[in-house]
């Protein structure tokens, strides 16, 4: 029988018509809370692992399952990979020290290179910054190909929903999809959604915030400047000067608005830059200048309002870089992201956690299987002006400078391993983490080699015939290093 032919008892969305849809609406205060009936749900496809979300950690958990032998389907909302560095244009690569370049990332960053979809790494990460950029529209490509390459299937257009659960154990998921609700079976469950959509919809505990509010940080509406002629070197003091003056008329005239904008020091210091270069034969900049304030990401409304303060930032941004910007004089406002740009919502709990202490003192553990080097990267959610990176502390120095040698703090298994319900694990951004670890572990490749673990362990949990959570850590971590031993994309210079 196939899995189609099957259907599965749960609760869920009424049906559509009025002979099998009868809702019950109970009023508590002024809130309606909708009840809706048992039904049952056509099973779409039964798989060992099945990976919700297919960005960064998505995509490296699915490859990490496959590797060792695991039917595995990767589900994705979008119409294409990438997650992030694609629908919020995160294409820039940041790393302080390259110790966080693990794994499948190095596979990633080669395919890159060959299709001509990376600006390639500069920086030798001694002191010194390594930076980067790809190409958002190759990054689908290759991922499509590391994921054939390992045999992982996959569904575009499908919403990962919650869990199902029996016994305290998770079973699969529950989908939307094309056909509509639909029942996808597995033996293991990863969530690499960002917000932990899955694994809080299951009954997963979790936190967002910075301790004090819904919001932890600022979104960025993310875009792209085509058309763009010249050097792209920073401009020097005495256009900057000229291009100064412009801004004040134009603000004095009325014509932006902006806070990004009539915040006018931040706003010269990032023309004077020019934003970030994507890969050469792109003749663009990408601009992260805009910043929205005090958004609860998990309120539709109130994202709803985000996204559209974003789009408008970038508008007046883009507008005055191409009427008054020396080589933006045939430029034009290439595109936005079609998400805003998001870096905290939910902190799933896990079995363990990545504390604030262990992010600044970089603390090592027996049972890690990712590393993080990157700085204490928080942007304000209450300030346009204020930076993201403290530099200027005694502790904040120290930190930069164990950084500059190299240093990074770990990142445990049992950060993957939900606490509460078995056979489910996250990875990315919404693994078990404090609000200012999670601020430095947020990157991607950081993001990829967290997915790339929980992967190989769902996996090998398979093989070992356990349950993640009972599944020996020291052997994720020896496959890891085995798994890992390849030649680096990348190697920085010590």
């Known amino acids: ?91 820039v690569i940041l790393s302080k020290n390259g110790a966080d370049f693990q794994g499948i990332w190095h596979a990633y960053i080669r395919g890159l290179r060959r299709r001509g979809g990376l600006r390639d790494l500069e920086g030798s990460g001694c002191g010194e910054n390594i930076r980067g950029a790809v190409d958002p529209e190759q990054v689908k490509f290759v991922w499509d190909a590391l994921l054939s390459q390992a045999g992982v299937d996959l569904l ?36 690499c959604t960002g917000d932990g959509i899955v694994a809080a919809q299951s009954g997963v505990a979790w936190e967002q915030g910075d301790g004090s509010h819904a919001y932890a940080m600022a979104l960025t509406q993310v875009f792209r400047i085509g058309g763009v002629v010249g050097g792209l ?53 990408l601009s992260v200048l805009s910043r929205v304030l005090r958004v609860d990401p998990l309120d539709p409304f109130d994202f709803t309002r985000a996204t559209r303060e974003g789009r408008e930032q970038a508008r007046q941004a883009a507008d005055f870089m191409c009427r008054h910007v020396p080589g933006c004089e045939q430029a034009y406002l290439l595109d936005s992201a079609a998400q805003i740009g998001l870096r905290s919502s939910r902190r799933l709990r896990g079995l363990a956690t990545v504390t604030e202490q262990d992010a600044r003192e970089f603390r090592k553990y027996p049972d890690a299987i990712a590393r993080s080097s990157w700085d204490i990267d928080i942007w304000p959610a209450d300030s346009y002006t204020a930076p993201a990176v403290d530099h200027g502390s005694p502790a904040a120095r120290a930190r930069h400078a164990r950084l500059a040698d190299g240093d990074w703090f770990d990142i445990r298994y049992g950060c993957l391993v939900a606490a509460g319900i078995d056979q489910l694990m996250m990875a990315g951004r919404c693994l078990s983490a404090e609000h200012v670890a999670e601020s430095s572990l947020r ?52």
């Open 443 to 494: 990157i991607q490749q950081t993001c990829m080699a967290t997915g790339e673990a929980a992967g190989v362990a769902a996996a090998l949990s398979l093989k070992e015939k356990v349950t993640p959570r009972e599944l020996d850590a020291a052997i994720v971590i020896a496959q890891l290093e085995k798994d890992r031993d390849v030649q680096p994309a990348f190697q920085p210079s010590r």
């Open 156 to 191: 575009h257009h499908v919403y990962g929903c919650n869990c199902l659960i029996r016994d305290g154990a998770a079973i699969g998921v529950v989908a939307e999809t094309r056909a509509g609700t639909r029942a996808l079976l597995a033996r293991r469950v990863i969530d």
């Open 1 to 91: 029988m196939r899995p189609s032919d099957l259907c599965l008892q749960t609760r869920g969305q009424g049906r559509r018509t009025a002979e099998r849809f009868r809702a019950s609406t109970e009023i508590t205060g002024m809130k309606k809370v909708i009840q809706q009936p048992a039904r049952e749900i056509p099973v779409l496809a039964d798989y060992d692992v099945i990976v919700c979300g297919g960005g960064p950690a998505g995509c490296a958990a699915a490859i990490g399952a496959a590797r060792h032998g695991a039917r595995t389907l990767l589900i994705e909302k979008d119409g294409f990979l990438g997650g992030a560095t694609v629908s919020q244009l995160v294409c």
């Open 233 to 285: 070197a920073p401009l020097d003091d005495r256009t900057m000067q000229t291009v100064a003056e412009t801004l004040d008329a134009a603000l004095a005239r009325g014509d932006y608005t902006a806070p990004v904008i009539t915040e006018k020091l931040r706003f010269l210091n990032y023309i004077r830059g020019r934003s970030w270069r994507l890969p050469e034969r792109r003749r663009e900049l």
